[in-house]
């Protein structure tokens, strides 16, 4: 199973990014793709691996408060793909970004890393003027 985020690169305050994960390997096909929870966490140097965003098999939606409003996950089960748009990006978002998928997540896991089985090689976001 593997994972690749894209999508990450230099931008101002106040400027957008969007982040992809593509998901593709035997397990996927096995069980399908629409079956996993698909989530984003971040990576700051010196700080914790943070949960940014979630999005369930109903294509519902979770957001960590510090991107709530800013941020919109969705995914394209078609193409096995899961997006991070972000807006109104600030220099504390400013992190190196993995995608994370789990067949058996629920929800009062989605936000914890360890609940992941399969994680992409992250991608950097870097805000700054």
């Known amino acids: 199973v593997q994972l690749q985020a894209s999508g990450g690169g230099l931008v101002q305050p106040g400027g957008s990014l969007e982040l992809s994960c593509a998901a593709s390997?035997?397990?996927?096909?096995?069980?399908?793709?629409?079956?996993?929870?698909v989530s984003w966490f971040r990576h700051a140097p010196g700080k914790e691996r943070e949960f940014v965003a979630a999005?369930?098999?109903?294509?519902?939606?979770f957001y960590s408060d510090s991107v709530k409003g800013r941020f919109t996950i969705s995914r394209d089960n078609a193409k096995n793909m899961v997006y991070l748009r972000m807006n109104n990006l600030k220099p504390e978002d400013t992190a190196v970004y993995y995608c994370?998928?789990?067949?058996?997540?629920?929800?009062?896991?989605?936000?914890?890393?360890?609940?992941?089985?399969?994680w992409g090689q992250g991608t950097q976001v870097t805000v700054s003027s």
């Open positions: 999005i369930n098999r109903s294509y519902s939606p």
């Open positions: 994370a998928a789990d067949r058996q997540a629920i929800q009062s896991s989605f936000f914890s890393p360890d609940t992941y089985d399969y």
């Open positions: 390997g035997v397990s996927f096909r096995s069980y399908s793709f629409r079956s996993y929870v």
